[in-house]
């Protein structure tokens, strides 16, 4: 993700090509002004704003190309919505896809039995990967770069065994939201007291995320004054933020994981400290989602994952049909609040409500 991000409106998008073409092709959605971005490590390419846009305009498919991909699960609206923007945009270009998920990160072994199963599959045109380990899959997939399309989804994964990358640098979601705060309380600025609940310690989507968040509120009047961390379960999130109130009786805000922040408002609430301390999330879920729009949560960033999704599938077609691709592309990340929540499409960061995971599509096209 990236120190240059340039504010958190419209400007300085690498806006997608309008895709006309795109609706002729089974029902297509075109996408026009999808908030694209060239990424390159943690920060936005050096060149993105000087060459030309991307180009994702999907080409009509020359036969039914059957897609697998791999998730490390489906337990959360993140990845709902990712399988939701897969399979819509799937089913929209007449390709087949499998899906099969690991069941969760600590779940290495039985992400290589799914990628395995999917290379074992001669049916198989591309795999699309959201891996639990950056290189936990090397061995399996650095002898298919000559055999076989892999491509890497979301999480980050060694780009050596991969053909490509759809994704944004979690350190972004961290950066964004710290230098929002520095920004509203710069240096000389009385303290801004918060506590950072940003998840797991052990997990290395937390590492990126803190890692961008301490760099975006350096030289600023922001103090972490409390740290915790742990599974982002419900329940374990909801203790944390019990643990920091009855620690501190003055915190200005409560930054960190989506359900540390749906969790906050009822003990805020609870406490009488609605007013008293706002509540910031580093990614978006439905219910952080509603908590913006009725106020109760100040803003969250987003990274689009339904886009992700929808990305993922048309760079695919596009490799298989023999056109270019970039090597690393995927969503600018923007920051969201009750004022500019409503510039987004809700289609673009979030499932619809009460979708269910899609395991399986088959291609419409002989």
């Not at 710290?178 to 303290?191: F, T, V």
């Amino acid at each position: 993700m990236r120190h240059g991000l340039r504010g958190h409106g419209l400007r300085g998008f690498v806006l997608g090509a309008l895709l006309s073409c795109a609706a002729a092709l089974a029902g297509a959605q075109p996408a026009p002004e999808w908030p694209l971005q060239r990424w390159e490590g943690d920060h936005r390419a050096a060149d993105a704003a000087a060459v030309a846009a991307p180009e994702i305009a999907p080409p009509s498919p020359t036969r039914g190309w059957r897609l697998c991909a791999i998730y490390p699960h489906l337990k959360d609206s993140y990845w709902l919505a990712v399988n939701f923007g897969m399979t819509e945009e799937a089913r929209a270009l007449g390709l087949g896809l499998g899906v099969r998920e690991a069941g969760g990160y600590a779940q290495l072994a039985r992400q290589r039995a799914r990628v395995a199963e999917c290379l074992a599959d001669a049916a198989v045109d591309a795999l699309l990967i959201g891996t639990v380990s950056r290189a936990g899959l090397n061995d399996l997939l650095a002898p298919q770069l000559d055999r076989r399309l892999v491509l890497g989804v979301v999480n980050d994964i060694d780009p050596q065994v991969v053909r490509a990358r759809i994704a944004v640098p979690w350190y972004q979601l961290g950066w964004t939201i710290g230098r929002w705060l520095a920004e509203r309380h710069p240096a000389g600025a009385p303290a801004a007291r918060i506590a950072w609940i940003p998840g797991p310690a052990d997990a290395d989507w937390v590492g990126f995320i803190d890692r961008g968040f301490r760099a975006g509120i350096a030289g600023s009047a922001v103090r972490i004054v409390a740290e915790r961390h742990g599974d982002t379960g419900r329940a374990i999130q909801r203790r944390l933020v019990e643990a920091v109130l009855d620690e501190q009786a003055q915190l200005d805000y409560l930054v960190g994981n989506a359900p540390m922040a749906e969790a906050a408002i009822a003990e805020l609430r609870r406490r009488g400290r609605e007013g008293a301390t706002a509540i910031v999330s580093s990614y978006l879920t439905p219910a952080v989602h509603g908590g913006i729009l009725r106020g109760r949560i100040l803003a969250a960033v987003t990274d689009f994952p339904v886009l992700q999704g929808r990305l993922a599938v048309r760079q695919a077609l596009r490799a298989l049909e023999g056109q270019p691709i970039e090597p690393y592309l995927g969503p600018s990340v923007e920051l969201v609040d009750g004022n500019s929540l409503a510039r987004f499409p809700v289609q673009w960061m979030l499932p619809p409500a009460g979708f269910v995971p899609v395991y399986e599509i088959a291609p419409t096209r002989p």
